[in-house]
């Protein structure tokens, strides 16, 4: 008799909850949503941790894995992509899966696998609730100082066709881990119950009292676990100050920290500054405040405090930004600024400063970051860090490295707004730098990304700002132009929301509008970033203004390395006949994008509006020609 093939395995069950009901109200919309979360999130998500699907049925998966951290970390994963998939779905349409996870010996049979450890991840399933997991004790056992999710014991269950009890584990993911199992809360109720009975009280008062005094005399073990690090991008704001007795300078200062705390909590680009206000710290300008106690009350990273003194012109202000946890200054600002700038936030200089303020918070954060191992950063610091690699290196290489930082951003939380939109981002930067990238998939991924951004909070511009962009990389101009509105009504002082205008406007063929949209952000920031310069340089170059479009461009690509304003500067020079600089350019641009050529630019597709597409093949893709640029 032949010997059975066997190894040992992880073992993931999964089948969806109510699926004869889903099935029952509508097949075609739950069949197309199953095979759209198998598509776009399961299949990848157990491809990425090397995990093999072993069956399927109409709704379950059988997978095997060869690690048991991966096969829990995969079924977290998913459970946590589909919570955040499902956030904009009414709940009675909602596809929930349960995950049963086993570690057994298995027999092998073809590409199929049998036994009682396949059985008892099956059965564990069954057990788990809609949008769950739950474990045997030796998963539990193997993963429990691996990885950091608590387990809620269960107990041992009694499962169909299984001989023995089972003991089974909830996995709860969105916890960290505890300090004790999850036994101790149990074990305390019931103490805490048999207290009230007189003949116990002076029992458990002695163990209590015996426990003080073993944690006296071992000092190793009354020492207290260290406080958690403060959050990234957390700043408490102390209440300015000005004289006593000059009623004036202190309205002034009242005014000023106001419109510092609420126009501070900005979300563009890397998240969503946590900003707390504090209480004065000492009395008078040029008071010594202990940054550390406070920043280590508050649980904050940065201070920023400050003095507002009258002068005969106006109000001369000093503020200090410091890092709470070091004591170091990192910015200071001294500036005048008139009552009036403080009369509303849309104020110019307010809104300059407060700014200026948000960069020196982020420099110093991306700064720390770069210095830390990434297994050890949060989401909003595995963000933080994949802006600051791409900035320093936009190429290929360096996009995909910021890539990855944010899907293990992803990985730590789903659902953080500023990860999804960060690779909404990213994948358009991917598939501008490399040309065999698949459009129509980049096209999907950045739908359903930022999506689910706008989904999960409506209130965040930068979710709206690419949501436009993965709108009109669809061809879908009016949703884009609503989303872009959205965006605005947000943030009416921003200049970004009139960028984002001002490049749809240059998408659908009219860079005169596009134009206009960019004097209104230069004049709510002159010094606007080059984004702004960017769309100013596409637009004059699409208008035929070859001299202004130079202009423009050497601006833009001054304040960025984005190859793309440097392929509109080398146009713009060969159109001027500026042969010697536009070839210049054409090697600056290559150097980013290596073997680029005008088939593979056209290909792209930048916009399908036929007005965009005679625009772009009249003044850029002949400029990028003449420029020295080949065709194929």
């Known amino acids: 008799m032949a010997r059975d093939h066997r190894r040992l395995a992880a073992i993931v069950s999964a089948d969806v909850a109510g699926y004869s009901r889903l099935m029952g109200e509508d097949e075609s919309r739950t069949l197309a949503a199953l095979k759209a979360h198998r598509r776009e999130l399961i299949d990848p998500k157990i491809a990425e941790y090397e995990g093999r699907i072993v069956k399927t049925t109409g709704d379950g998966l059988l997978v095997e894995f060869h690690s048991v951290v991966d096969a829990v970390r995969c079924a977290v994963d998913v459970q946590r992509g589909m919570a955040g998939r499902n956030s904009a779905v009414p709940t009675e349409q909602r596809i929930d899966f349960r995950i049963g996870i086993n570690v057994g010996d298995i027999i092998i049979d073809g590409d199929d696998i049998f036994g009682d450890g396949v059985n008892v991840a099956a059965r564990l399933e069954t057990l788990a609730e809609p949008g769950g997991i739950c474990v045997s004790r030796m998963v539990r056992e193997q993963v429990l100082d691996k990885l950091s999710f608590t387990f809620e014991e269960l107990g041992a269950q009694q499962v169909k066709n299984i001989a023995r009890p089972v003991e089974v584990y909830r996995v709860d993911f969105e916890s960290e881990p505890l300090p004790r199992s999850g036994r101790a809360p149990r074990r305390w109720s019931r103490w805490a119950r048999t ?4 003949w116990l009280a002076a029992g458990v008062v002695a163990i209590c009292l015996a426990g003080a005094a073993a944690l006296w005399v071992s000092p190793s073990l009354w020492k207290t676990a260290p406080p958690a690090p403060p959050p990234a991008l957390s700043v408490a704001i102390v209440p300015l100050v000005a004289p006593q007795g000059d009623a004036d300078a202190q309205r002034f200062a009242e005014a000023l920290t106001r419109n510092i705390l609420t126009g501070l909590p900005r979300k563009r680009t890397a998240g969503r500054l946590i900003v707390v206000s504090a209480s004065p710290a000492a009395d008078g300008p040029g008071r010594a405040i202990a940054v550390r106690d406070l920043g280590r009350s508050l649980g904050v990273r940065y ?6 003194l009258r002068s005969g012109d106006g109000n001369s202000v000093n503020l200090r930004l ?3 946890t070091t004591g170091a200054q990192v910015w200071s600002e001294r500036d005048t600024l008139q009552d009036a700038d403080v009369a509303a936030l849309s104020s110019v200089p307010i809104r300059n400063l407060i700014q200026r303020l948000r960069v020196a918070v982020l420099r110093d954060e991306m700064q720390r970051v770069l210095g830390q191992p990434p297994s050890t950063l949060s989401a909003p610091e595995l963000v933080l860090r994949a802006w600051t690699v791409w900035d320093k290196d936009p190429s290929l290489a360096g996009t995909r490295e910021a890539l990855d930082l944010v899907n293990r951003a992803l990985r730590v939380d789903p659902n953080f707004v500023p990860a999804l939109t960060s690779r909404a981002k990213l994948i358009n930067l991917e598939g501008d730098v490399d040309p065999h990238q698949d459009r129509e998939r980049i096209g999907r991924e950045q739908d359903e990304l930022t999506a689910r951004a706008v989904a999960l909070d409506q209130s965040d511009p930068s979710a709206w700002s690419w949501r436009v962009v993965a709108l009109e990389y669809l061809g879908r101009w009016d949703a884009a132009l609503a989303a872009n509105a959205m965006e605005t009504k947000l943030e009416p002082y921003e200049p970004a929301s009139y960028i984002n205008r001002a490049w749809l406007m240059n998408m659908t063929g009219r ?5 206009a949209l960019v004097d209104q952000a230069l004049a709510l920031k002159p ?12 637009a004059h170059l699409f208008a035929g203004e070859a001299e202004a479009a130079i202009a423009a461009c050497e601006k833009a690509a001054s304040l960025s390395t984005d190859w793309i304003n440097i ?3 080398a146009a713009a020079y060969a159109n001027h006949g500026d042969t010697a600089k536009a070839a210049a350019a054409k090697t600056k641009m290559l150097k980013v994008v290596p073997g680029y050529t005008i088939a593979q630019l056209r ?3 930048y916009s ?3 007005d965009y597409q005679r625009l772009a093949e009249k003044y850029w893709y002949a400029g990028l020609r003449k420029a020295g640029i080949p065709e194929e």
């Open 195 to 198: 207290v009230r009975r007189p």
């Open 303 to 308: 201070v920023l405090e400050g003095d507002v």
């Open 322 to 324: 410091a890092n709470a």
């Open 511 to 515: 860079p005169a509008e596009a134009l």
């Open 527 to 538: 010094d606007s970033p080059a984004d702004a310069f960017g769309s100013a340089c596409e």
């Open 567 to 569: 392929s509109f500067l």
């Open 603 to 605: 290909a792209k597709r």
């Open 608 to 610: 399908d509006h036929p």
